[in-house]
Protein backbone atom coordinates (compact mmCIF):
# COMPACT_ATOMS: atom_id res chain seq x y z
CA UNK A 1 0.00 0.00 0.00
CA UNK A 2 1.22 3.57 -0.87
CA UNK A 3 -0.45 6.45 0.85
CA UNK A 4 0.69 10.17 -1.63
CA UNK A 5 0.25 13.62 -0.60
CA UNK A 6 1.09 16.56 -2.81
CA UNK A 7 2.03 19.88 -2.20
CA UNK A 8 4.27 22.89 -3.46
CA UNK A 9 0.89 24.05 -5.85
CA UNK A 10 -0.42 27.90 -5.76
CA UNK A 11 -1.13 31.05 -8.10
CA UNK A 12 1.74 32.04 -10.19
CA UNK A 13 2.39 34.63 -13.20
CA UNK A 14 2.70 33.42 -16.79
CA UNK A 15 6.42 32.53 -17.30
CA UNK A 16 6.78 31.72 -13.51
CA UNK A 17 8.13 28.76 -12.15
CA UNK A 18 6.58 26.02 -9.49
CA UNK A 19 8.08 23.20 -7.92
CA UNK A 20 5.62 20.08 -6.58
CA UNK A 21 6.51 17.23 -4.49
CA UNK A 22 4.40 13.96 -3.73
CA UNK A 23 5.76 12.69 -0.51
CA UNK A 24 4.73 9.05 -0.10
CA UNK A 25 4.50 6.45 2.77
CA UNK A 26 4.59 2.90 2.48
CA UNK A 27 7.75 0.69 2.29
CA UNK A 28 7.85 0.06 -1.57
CA UNK A 29 8.21 3.24 -2.49
CA UNK A 30 11.54 2.62 -4.08
CA UNK A 31 10.17 -0.10 -6.70
CA UNK A 32 7.19 1.91 -7.72
CA UNK A 33 7.02 3.63 -10.90
CA UNK A 34 5.09 7.43 -10.10
CA UNK A 35 3.79 9.98 -12.57
CA UNK A 36 2.16 13.29 -12.78
CA UNK A 37 -1.21 13.90 -14.13
CA UNK A 38 -3.27 17.03 -14.35
CA UNK A 39 -7.34 17.94 -14.35
CA UNK A 40 -8.62 20.68 -15.32
CA UNK A 41 -12.19 21.83 -14.85
CA UNK A 42 -14.27 20.16 -16.88
CA UNK A 43 -11.35 17.86 -18.49
CA UNK A 44 -10.54 14.43 -18.29
CA UNK A 45 -7.26 13.40 -16.62
CA UNK A 46 -4.03 13.66 -18.54
CA UNK A 47 -0.88 12.26 -18.40
CA UNK A 48 2.23 15.03 -17.73
CA UNK A 49 4.98 13.05 -16.70
CA UNK A 50 6.83 9.50 -15.83
CA UNK A 51 9.62 8.64 -13.84
CA UNK A 52 10.92 4.76 -13.39
CA UNK A 53 10.95 3.32 -10.21
CA UNK A 54 14.90 3.86 -10.33
CA UNK A 55 15.00 7.79 -11.93
CA UNK A 56 17.01 6.24 -14.63
CA UNK A 57 13.76 7.03 -16.95
CA UNK A 58 11.78 9.79 -17.52
CA UNK A 59 8.82 10.50 -20.18
CA UNK A 60 6.84 13.71 -20.69
CA UNK A 61 3.52 14.80 -22.25
CA UNK A 62 4.41 16.53 -25.61
CA UNK A 63 2.81 19.95 -24.17
CA UNK A 64 5.41 20.23 -20.84
CA UNK A 65 8.57 18.88 -22.42
CA UNK A 66 11.55 21.09 -21.98
CA UNK A 67 9.59 22.87 -19.71
CA UNK A 68 8.84 20.21 -16.92
CA UNK A 69 10.81 18.08 -14.70
CA UNK A 70 10.08 15.26 -12.99
CA UNK A 71 12.50 13.78 -10.17
CA UNK A 72 12.61 11.33 -7.38
CA UNK A 73 14.66 10.90 -4.18
CA UNK A 74 13.94 7.21 -2.84
CA UNK A 75 15.86 8.16 0.71
CA UNK A 76 13.38 10.55 1.26
CA UNK A 77 10.16 9.03 -0.35
CA UNK A 78 9.62 12.06 -2.40
CA UNK A 79 8.40 12.82 -6.18
CA UNK A 80 9.28 16.01 -7.78
CA UNK A 81 7.70 17.85 -10.52
CA UNK A 82 9.60 20.89 -11.60
CA UNK A 83 7.41 23.62 -13.01
CA UNK A 84 9.14 26.05 -15.10
CA UNK A 85 8.00 29.05 -17.83
CA UNK A 86 4.40 27.94 -16.96
CA UNK A 87 1.21 28.90 -19.08
CA UNK A 88 -2.35 29.54 -18.42
CA UNK A 89 -2.99 26.86 -19.98
CA UNK A 90 -0.99 24.73 -17.36
CA UNK A 91 -4.16 25.82 -14.64
CA UNK A 92 -5.02 22.55 -13.28
CA UNK A 93 -5.14 19.94 -10.49
CA UNK A 94 -1.62 18.16 -10.33
CA UNK A 95 -2.05 14.80 -8.83
CA UNK A 96 0.78 12.44 -8.46
CA UNK A 97 0.10 8.04 -9.06
CA UNK A 98 1.92 5.25 -8.29
CA UNK A 99 1.91 1.84 -9.99
CA UNK A 100 2.03 -1.08 -8.91
CA UNK A 101 5.55 -2.32 -7.73
CA UNK A 102 7.77 -3.60 -10.08
CA UNK A 103 5.59 -2.30 -13.44
CA UNK A 104 7.30 0.40 -15.79
CA UNK A 105 6.00 3.07 -18.08
CA UNK A 106 2.12 4.30 -18.82
CA UNK A 107 0.56 7.21 -19.55
CA UNK A 108 -2.57 5.70 -18.81
CA UNK A 109 -4.57 6.45 -15.50
CA UNK A 110 -6.29 3.48 -15.59
CA UNK A 111 -3.18 1.72 -14.31
CA UNK A 112 -1.89 3.62 -11.69
CA UNK A 113 -3.30 1.93 -8.81
CA UNK A 114 -2.12 4.80 -5.63
CA UNK A 115 -3.59 8.26 -5.75
CA UNK A 116 -3.09 11.63 -3.82
CA UNK A 117 -5.40 14.16 -3.48
CA UNK A 118 -4.06 17.15 -6.09
CA UNK A 119 -2.85 20.63 -5.54
CA UNK A 120 -4.05 23.27 -7.48
CA UNK A 121 -1.89 24.91 -9.80
CA UNK A 122 -3.21 28.70 -11.10
CA UNK A 123 -1.27 30.80 -13.72
CA UNK A 124 -2.34 33.68 -14.46
CA UNK A 125 -1.70 35.62 -17.62
Known amino acids: QVQLVESGGGLVQAGGSLRLSCAAS????????MGWFSQAPGKEREFVAFISWSGRTTLYADSVKGRFTISRDNAKNTVYLQMNSLKPEDTAVYIC??????????????????WGQGTQVTVSS
Open 26 to 33: GRTFGENA
Open 97 to 114: AARYRGLGYSARATEYAY
